[in-house]
Structure formats: structure tokens, C-alpha cells
């Protein structure tokens, strides 16, 4: 995965949803983003 400005602190994959979890933290402010990516194509920020 390749966001600019953010680094993936974790990735963990959900078998229940068939999906992958990423926490990402912005490199400058350090502020944390949960984003869950699902096979299906529907995408969740939370």
C-alpha cells in the first residue's frame, strides 16, 4: 500500500469480512487513520 504522507504502522488481514485492516499514521502530525479494505470493493474509514 502506498499512501503518500502516511506510513503503515500495521497491517492485519480479517478473515470474517474477507478483508485487510491498516493503520496508518501521518508522517508529519503523527495522527492515526484505521482503514479497512475489503474485497468486495466497499472501503471503511474509521
Given amino acids: 500500500m502506498n499512501i503518500k504522507n502516511y506510513s503503515v504502522v500495521k497491517k492485519e488481514e480479517i478473515g470474517e469480512v474477507n478483508g485487510?485492516?491498516?493503520l496508518l499514521e501521518?508522517?508529519?502530525?503523527?495522527a492515526r487513520v484505521l482503514y479497512?479494505?475489503?474485497?468486495?470493493g466497499t472501503k471503511y474509514f474509521i
Fill in 36 to 40: 479497512v479494505k475489503m474485497m468486495i
Fill in 26 to 30: 501521518h508522517n508529519k502530525t503523527k
Fill in 20 to 22: 485487510t485492516a491498516y
